[in-house]
């Protein structure tokens, strides 16, 4: 199964910087140039939000209908909070190393899709059918993942009354959503690394710029 569409909504981060400024008493502070980039709430992100729900229905399905002492069981919970973590922590690790933050990202992608192996396991070692990407099961989990955001209230009607075949299809789906979200959000990463460097580039930038404006000022008192 490949199902790829888009969610609703933009995968982005919030730029808006919400901190409060102050009046400085350096009359040419705020012509210092900026080396650390605002960053905007993690759990903005459309993507950390669908881990998010990856993780609270994997918990639930393997801690119910896997039998308890499967080895499976930790796996998938653990690659499913890889998966939320690492979207955190690179988020976080983005106002300091757009390197790490690139590769944390990198590395929650390769847990859900690590994740994602073990719920096709599941259906296909006991012959459990796997939905077709236009099937109108698949076609139903797609406008669910439209909800700004999706939680686990929101499926836990379903995820209660629903067998367990149907459970890990829906979670199917919920991956392959969560992984596309973050191979956008890769591609912005990338494309925002070309063009503006990492932390040490923006260092040496802005010091070259800073420099330049304190040469090109004129004297005080000559205004």
Not at 23 to 29: A, D, L, W
Not at 161 to 185: F, G, K, M, S
Request: aromatic share 8%.
């Amino acid at each position: 199964m490949n199902d790829r569409e888009q969610p609703d909504g933009r995968n982005g981060r919030n730029e808006k910087d919400d901190s409060h400024s102050s009046h400085s008493s350096h009359p040419h502070e705020s012509e210092i140039p900026r080396v650390v980039p605002p960053r905007g709430d993690y759990r903005t992100l459309l993507s950390f939000q669908k881990a998010e729900l990856v993780y609270d229905f994997t918990f639930r399905f393997a801690k119910r209908f896997l039998d308890r002492g499967d080895r499976t069981i930790d796996q998938m919970i653990q690659a499913a909070r890889s998966g939320k973590k690492n979207l955190l922590e690179g988020s976080k690790a983005g106002t300091a190393s757009k390197e790490m933050e690139i590769k944390l990202t990198t590395v929650a992608r390769g847990s859900l899709e690590e994740l994602l192996d073990d719920y096709l396991d599941y259906l296909r070692v006991r012959d459990h059918p796997l939905w077709d990407k236009d099937s109108k099961e698949a076609l139903y989990v797609r406008r669910l993942g439209r909800k700004n955001p999706l939680v686990f209230e929101d499926l836990r009607e379903i995820f209660e009354t629903r067998p367990p075949e149907i459970l890990a299809n829906i979670a199917v789906c919920l991956i392959h959503q969560t992984n596309y979200l973050i191979d956008r959000q890769l591609e912005t990463l990338d494309r925002d690394f070309v063009e503006n460097g990492g932390l040490r580039e923006r260092m040496s930038r802005a010091r070259l710029e800073y420099r330049q404006r304190k040469q090109n000022r004129p004297p005080e008192g000559s205004r």
